[in-house]
């Protein structure tokens, strides 16, 4: 089993940046790719970014136009995103999603609210 846990969501002003970050826990050495989604109420869950176990970042959506960034950290068991340029359409429910052991392990989400 995986757990993980998102950190880092909240209120900014668009043009703004802000930091999510997302610690894996339980059987990490099983977790394979990582990947933040995010979700609106009524939507379907849509990829923002996604990672490789090695670190190389492999998908964006195609929204994100070069504003976002993602890292991972294997030592510490996190993958952070870094949100640039922030835009009210950004406002949703970012959510961490870890692969282990051909499973599909997610958060319960962090919640980014964009508007002046």
């Known amino acids: 089993q995986v757990q993980l846990a998102e950190s880092g969501g909240g209120w900014v002003q668009p043009g703004e940046p802000l930091k999510l970050s997302c610690l894996a826990s339980g059987k990490t050495w099983t977790i394979g790719g990582m990947a933040w989604y995010r979700q609106t109420p009524g939507q379907e869950r849509e990829l923002v970014a996604r990672?490789?176990?090695?670190?190389?970042?492999?998908e964006f959506g195609d929204f994100v136009k070069g504003r976002f960034t993602i890292r991972r950290d294997n030592t510490n068991n996190t993958v952070d995103l870094q949100m640039n340029s922030l835009r009210p359409e950004d406002t949703a429910v970012y959510i961490c999603?870890?692969?282990?052991?051909?499973?599909?392990?997610w958060g319960q989400g962090t919640q980014v609210t964009v508007s002046a």
């Open positions: 990672i490789t176990r090695g670190g190389v970042p492999r």
């Open positions: 999603c870890a692969q282990a052991s051909d499973l599909d392990y």
